[in-house]
Every structure is written in structure tokens, then in C-alpha cells.
């Protein structure tokens, strides 16, 4: 057996083990060691794990994943997703289907202080469902815009899987960061217009609720802007240099912490609770990576992607072409795979070839492109039916909810991904233009 079939029996030997509900750090690890013996034997496997952990988790760039997941378990202790919540419903309740807009906005604003979509879904349907259904919100339209709500938790930076994108493919997290700032601000806008347009045709979906004064949009504005101060110093301060990553996720979850104390919504309980979910996380997170790395290191020895990157720049396709079924292939593994699983996956296969690959730009760029269009593939996937993960969370909250209700309302907010994903492989200065400003 060749190399390039060993690296092929790997790959699809991991995905075979993650469909048969094997965890997904431990498949990884299965497949990668498996094809890494293979092809180098025993012992150099052995020699490797005996050095990987320390000289992959020694990284010191990584000490942002736990500080960024520490800012929003402080700001869900904090009672923080309730503030935004709440000023959002003032300034766009009134709207047509204003509740489902207000939820959009909210997780668009505590994906901004989290990074994480499982966090941001759950958090805010505690808040923002029964909000809804008390005003006759349909069950599609409600647990829809909650599932697709929930993904601007890694679409709008902090984002926890941009900053393993990042260290993979040795990228600035700053440069990532804004650059998800556009596609993030586009995503919040085309949910609001699909809710607009489902009360358009369903209009008894939701009722309409009274304008709030302009008092309460005051007060509940007031509420909420230091969020919004700790947001644009963490991310503008990592951009403009004023201090590393890790200098500024530390920034933000002490900022995130003082906030949430100096409101009363969290106790000194809630900060143990805190740091343990935070610990429990990084480590589930941490473990995958080295599964990851395991994986990738056998892929390299097989050198089944340089030759998988040859073959396709062979074939007689446009880049903007293959790049499109890259996409393709995102949103079909999107539909079954956990969104960090599946970007460490195929990181390793799919990156030799984008960079083979002439877009008329520096590989710098291509990779940011890249990794941009990546993060909104895997958001896709995170709710697309019949296995998005977060159309299961939302559901799992949602008891009295049949989900075949929960397919029907996501499917306009797919839709716009899909047409978010063609928009910026067409015009990649969405994701380009803030960064090309430094």
C-alpha cells in the first residue's frame, strides 16, 4: 500500500469512527497513530508522542483559548447576555418580528464578549425563548433564530476557533479577528432580513410589540456599553499591536469579571463555577488539538495532502472553482462534525492545496481569506439539518418543540449563509479590506 493510500485510509477512517460516536480527540488519535506506525513504525510513533504534548500545548499563543472562555463564562455568570438582550428588544422590538431581530442582536453582541456558539446559543435561549413564545412566537421562528443566533458566538471575534486557526497555520489572531468584523456584521444584518421576511409571509408567526420610550432605551443602553468598551479594546487593541493575544484575552476576561461583579450578578461561587467550566473545556478542547496534531503529523508522513494539492491544481479547474468545492465539501461535513473537529480534521488537507492554488494574492492573505471562509463554513454546518449541533441544543431546550419545527425555521438563515459564503469567495476584500488598513 502507497503513502497517499495510507493518508487516504486515515482520513476517512477518522471520519468513519467520529460517525460511529467515537470521541472525536480520541478517533484522531486512533487514526493518526495508526497511519504514523504504519508508514514509520513503532517506534518513531512512539518517540513522537513522547515529545509532541510538551512541544505542541508549550505554545504560549495558547494561553488565549482559556482566557477567551473565561470572558464568557463571566459574562453569562454576570447576567450580562440578559443586559443586551434587554436593549436590543428597546430598539428593535417594535420591528416586525422584533423579539427574533432583539435575539439576533443580543447573541451578536455576547458573541462579542464569548467566542463560542454553544455558549452563545444556550445563554441566550434561557433569555430570549421564553421571551418569545410569551408573545406567541412560532415554534419554527423561535428555536430557528435562536440556532442561527447562536453562531455569530464564533462568527464576531473573540473566536475561539480562529485562534487555533491561527496557531495551525502560524496567522495573526489580530489580523483574523478583524477580518471576521465585516462577514460578522453582514451575517447579523441578512439574519434580520430573513426574519423580516418569514413574518412577510408568515404573518401570524409573532405579534408586534408596542414601540419602548426613549427613556427605556436609554437606561437599557447605559446597561450595556461597556460591554461593547471591552469588545473594541481587546479587539482593536490586539490589532493595532497594543498588546499580544494572550495580553489581551487577559485584558478582556478581567474586564468581563470586574463588570459582571460591579452589576451584582455574580458571587464569589459563581467565580469557582467559572473557573472550573473554563478548565473542563480547555481541556476537552486542548485534547482534541493533540489528536489533531497527531493526525496531522501522519497525514504529512503519508504526503497524501502535497499530492492531493498536486492533483487537483492539475485538473483543469479555475482556483475560484475548487475553492467554491472546498466550501461544498465544508457544508456536507458541517452536517454531522463538531465545528472544531472538523476544521482541525481538514486543516492539514485542504491548506497545501488553497495555497497551491494562484488567487493573485500573498499566501499572508490567502490564509486569513481562507480561514474567514472556513469559520463561516463550520457556522453553516452548525446548523444545517439533519445534524447541526446546535439545532440539537436548542431542541434539547426547547422540550414542547417537535424539531422537524426547528429544521423549517433555520432553513432562511442557511440559506444566507450559503449566500455569504458565495459572496465572499467572489469578493474576498469583505474579509480583506480592515486588515489591508494596518
Same mark, same amino acid.
Given at each position: 500500500?502507497?503513502?497517499?493510500?495510507?493518508?487516504?485510509?486515515?482520513?476517512?477512517?477518522?471520519?468513519?469512527?467520529?460517525?460511529?460516536?467515537?470521541?472525536?480527540?480520541?478517533?484522531?488519535?486512533?487514526?493518526?497513530?495508526?497511519?504514523?506506525?504504519?508508514?514509520?513504525?513503532?517506534?518513531?510513533?512512539?518517540?513522537?508522542?513522547?515529545?509532541?504534548?510538551?512541544?505542541?500545548?508549550?505554545?504560549?499563543?495558547?494561553?488565549?483559548?482559556?482566557?477567551?472562555?473565561?470572558?464568557?463564562?463571566?459574562?453569562?455568570?454576570?447576567?450580562?447576555?440578559?443586559?443586551?438582550?434587554?436593549?436590543?428588544?428597546?430598539?428593535?422590538?417594535?420591528?416586525?418580528?422584533?423579539?427574533?431581530?432583539?435575539?439576533?442582536?443580543?447573541?451578536?453582541?455576547?458573541?462579542?464578549?464569548?467566542?463560542?456558539?454553544?455558549?452563545?446559543?444556550?445563554?441566550?435561549?434561557?433569555?430570549?425563548?421564553?421571551?418569545?413564545?410569551?408573545?406567541?412566537?412560532?415554534?419554527?421562528?423561535?428555536?430557528?433564530?435562536?440556532?442561527?443566533?447562536?453562531?455569530?458566538?464564533?462568527?464576531?471575534?473573540?473566536?475561539?476557533?480562529?485562534?487555533?486557526?491561527?496557531?495551525?497555520?502560524?496567522?495573526?489572531?489580530?489580523?483574523?479577528?478583524?477580518?471576521?468584523?465585516?462577514?460578522?456584521?453582514?451575517?447579523?444584518?441578512?439574519?434580520?432580513?430573513?426574519?423580516?421576511?418569514?413574518?412577510?409571509?408568515?404573518?401570524?408567526?409573532?405579534?408586534?410589540?408596542?414601540?419602548?420610550?426613549?427613556?427605556?432605551?436609554?437606561?437599557?443602553?447605559?446597561? +450595556? /456599553?461597556?460591554?461593547? #468598551?471591552?469588545?473594541?479594546? @481587546?479587539? =482593536? !487593541?490586539?490589532?493595532?499591536?497594543? %498588546?499580544?493575544?494572550?495580553?489581551?484575552?487577559?485584558?478582556?476576561?478581567?474586564?468581563?469579571?470586574?463588570?459582571?461583579?460591579?452589576?451584582?450578578?455574580?458571587?464569589?461561587?459563581?467565580?469557582?463555577?467559572?473557573?472550573?467550566?473554563?478548565?473542563?473545556?480547555?481541556?476537552?478542547?486542548?485534547?482534541?488539538?493533540?489528536?489533531?496534531?497527531?493526525?496531522?503529523?501522519?497525514?504529512?508522513?503519508?504526503?497524501?495532502?502535497?499530492?492531493?494539492?498536486?492533483?487537483?491544481?492539475?485538473?483543469?479547474?479555475?482556483?475560484?472553482?475548487?475553492?467554491?468545492?472546498?466550501?461544498?465539501?465544508?457544508?456536507?461535513?458541517?452536517?454531522?462534525?463538531?465545528?472544531?473537529?472538523?476544521?482541525?480534521?481538514?486543516?492539514?488537507?485542504?491548506?497545501?492545496?488553497?495555497?497551491?492554488?494562484?488567487?493573485?494574492?500573498?499566501?499572508?492573505?490567502?490564509? +486569513? /481569506?481562507?480561514?474567514? #471562509?472556513?469559520?463561516?463554513? @463550520?457556522? =453553516? !454546518?452548525?446548523?444545517?439539518?439533519? %445534524?447541526?449541533?446546535?439545532?440539537?441544543?436548542?431542541?434539547?431546550?426547547?422540550?414542547?418543540?417537535?424539531?422537524?419545527?426547528?429544521?423549517?425555521?433555520?432553513?432562511?438563515?442557511?440559506?444566507?449563509?450559503?449566500?455569504?459564503?458565495?459572496?465572499?469567495?467572489?469578493?474576498?476584500?469583505?474579509?480583506?479590506?480592515?486588515?489591508?488598513?494596518?
Amino acid at each position: 500500500m502507497s503513502r497517499f493510500d495510507i493518508g487516504l485510509w486515515m482520513f476517512f477512517g477518522a471520519l468513519t469512527l467520529i460517525a460511529l460516536r467515537m470521541p472525536v480527540a480520541v478517533a484522531m488519535l486512533v487514526a493518526g497513530g495508526a497511519g504514523y506506525a504504519a508508514i514509520n513504525g513503532m517506534t518513531p510513533l512512539l518517540n513522537t508522542l513522547k515529545s509532541l504534548t510538551f512541544s505542541k500545548f508549550a505554545n504560549y499563543t495558547l494561553t488565549v483559548i482559556p482566557l477567551f472562555l473565561l470572558m464568557g463564562e463571566f459574562a453569562t455568570k454576570g447576567g450580562l447576555n440578559t443586559a443586551l438582550f434587554r436593549a436590543a428588544r428597546a430598539w428593535f422590538g417594535h420591528w416586525r418580528g422584533g423579539l427574533a431581530v432583539a435575539t439576533i442582536g443580543g447573541c451578536a453582541a455576547f458573541g462579542a464578549i464569548c467566542g463560542s456558539s454553544f455558549a452563545t446559543a444556550a445563554t441566550m435561549s434561557k433569555v430570549a425563548g421564553p421571551e418569545m413564545r410569551r408573545f406567541g412566537y412560532s415554534p419554527a421562528l423561535a428555536t430557528g433564530t435562536l440556532a442561527a443566533g447562536g453562531t455569530l458566538g464564533i462568527l464576531i471575534p473573540p473566536s475561539v476557533i480562529l485562534v487555533i486557526y491561527a496557531v495551525f497555520t502560524e496567522q495573526s489572531i489580530g489580523a483574523l479577528f478583524i477580518a471576521a468584523v465585516i462577514p460578522g456584521v453582514l451575517a447579523a444584518v441578512q439574519y434580520a432580513v430573513v426574519v423580516n421576511l418569514y413574518m412577510r409571509f408568515f404573518p401570524g408567526a409573532a405579534a408586534r410589540l408596542d414601540r419602548a420610550p426613549w427613556r427605556e432605551r436609554t437606561e437599557s443602553s447605559r446597561q +450595556v /456599553w461597556p460591554v461593547l #468598551l471591552v469588545f473594541g479594546l @481587546v479587539v =482593536v !487593541g490586539i490589532y493595532r499591536g497594543w %498588546f499580544s493575544a494572550t495580553e489581551g484575552a487577559g485584558v478582556g476576561a478581567f474586564a468581563t469579571m470586574v463588570l459582571a461583579f460591579w452589576r451584582g450578578g455574580m458571587r464569589l461561587t459563581d467565580l469557582g463555577q467559572s473557573l472550573l467550566a473554563t478548565g473542563e473545556t480547555t481541556a476537552m478542547m486542548f485534547l482534541i488539538m493533540l489528536g489533531a496534531e497527531l493526525f496531522s503529523a501522519g497525514l504529512a508522513s503519508s504526503q497524501m495532502p502535497t499530492l492531493f494539492a498536486q492533483k487537483v491544481g492539475a485538473l483543469d479547474a479555475s482556483p475560484v472553482t475548487i475553492m467554491l468545492a472546498i466550501m461544498v465539501a465544508y457544508l456536507i461535513l458541517g452536517s454531522f462534525m463538531e465545528s472544531l473537529a472538523m476544521v482541525l480534521l481538514t486543516i492539514p488537507v485542504f491548506i497545501p492545496l488553497v495555497l497551491s492554488l494562484d488567487f493573485g494574492m500573498s499566501q499572508d492573505a490567502v490564509l +486569513v /481569506w481562507f480561514g474567514i #471562509l472556513l469559520l463561516v463554513s @463550520v457556522e =453553516v !454546518g452548525m446548523i444545517s439539518p439533519p %445534524f447541526g449541533l446546535n439545532l440539537f441544543l436548542i431542541n434539547g431546550l426547547a422540550k414542547d418543540v417537535a424539531m422537524k419545527e426547528t429544521y423549517k425555521g433555520v432553513l432562511g438563515f442557511c440559506a444566507m449563509d450559503v449566500l455569504r459564503i458565495v459572496l465572499l469567495v467572489f469578493f474576498p476584500a469583505l474579509a480583506l479590506w480592515l486588515p489591508g488598513l494596518r
